[in-house]
C-alpha cells in the first residue's frame, strides 16, 4: 500500500453527528478522487457506527480506514448523544496527545509498508488542537468547516460585533411573553 504513493488523508470531524456526516461526505469524494483516507472517530462514535450499520460496515474499501481515539468522558448511555459543553472541554484539553500519538503511529506504518504517509490532515473548523499537531509535525492541514455560510460569518466576524458594542444581542423580548430578564422566568 505505502509503494501506491497515494496523497494520504487524515479526516477528524468533532464528535457530532451532524460533523461526523459532513466530514464523512468529504472523505468519500477525496477517497473518490485518489486519496488514502484515515477517519478519525472517538471510540464512542465509533461504537454506536458499528452498532447502527454492523461491524462489518466500515471496512468495506480499500485504501479507506477509521481509527479511533480516546474522548476522555465517563462512560454514557450508548443510545444517547454525549453532553456538548463536557464534549467541547474534552476536545480543547484531551484531544491533541492522543491525535499526535495516532499521526505518528500513522507515519510509522508507513515505515513499515503498511500504509501511505500522511500528507494532509482534514480538520473541522472546531477542532484547533489538530493545527498544533500539524505544526509539531510538519504536516499541512485544512480547514473544512461543516457549518453553514451564515454560521461561519458569525463566527468570523465574531470579534467585530464585540467591538462594535453589537454582540451579545439585548433581549428585547415580545411583548406579552416572558423573557429571561424577568423574574421566574
Keep these: ?10 479526516c477528524i470531524p468533532f464528535p457530532a453527528q451532524s460533523h461526523i456526516k459532513g466530514m464523512l461526505k468529504l472523505a468519500k469524494l477525496l477517497h473518490h478522487r485518489g486519496f488514502y483516507i484515515t477517519f478519525v472517530n472517538t471510540d464512542f462514535n465509533q461504537n454506536r457506527l458499528i452498532k447502527a450499520r454492523g461491524p462489518d460496515s466500515l ?3 480499500p485504501n479507506f480506514q ?3 481515539i480516546p474522548d476522555s468522558l465517563p462512560p454514557s ?6 453532553d456538548a459543553i463536557a464534549l467541547c472541554g474534552s476536545v480543547r484539553t484531551n484531544f491533541l496527545t492522543p ?3 495516532l499521526l505518528a503511529q500513522l507515519n510509522e506504518d508507513n515505515y513499515n509498508a503498511t500504509t501511505p504517509a500522511v500528507t494532509c490532515i482534514v480538520s473541522d473548523g ?3 488542537f489538530t493545527i498544533t499537531a ?5 504536516i ?9 455560510a451564515c454560521s461561519f460569518m458569525g463566527f468570523y466576524q465574531f470579534r467585530a460585533l464585540l467591538d462594535k458594542g453589537l454582540a451579545p444581542l439585548k433581549d428585547l423580548g415580545c411583548p406579552g411573553t416572558p423573557t429571561c430578564a424577568q423574574p421566574g422566568y
Design 1 to 10: 500500500m505505502a509503494s501506491d504513493n497515494k496523497p494520504h488523508a487524515v
Design 59 to 61: 471496512y468495506d474499501f
Design 66 to 68: 477509521f481509527k479511533t
Design 77 to 82: 448511555d450508548p443510545n444517547a448523544t454525549q
Design 99 to 101: 491525535f499526535r500519538n
Design 126 to 128: 472546531v477542532m484547533p
Design 134 to 138: 500539524a505544526y509539531e509535525l510538519q
Design 140 to 148: 499541512p492541514v485544512a480547514v473544512f468547516w461543516t457549518f453553514s
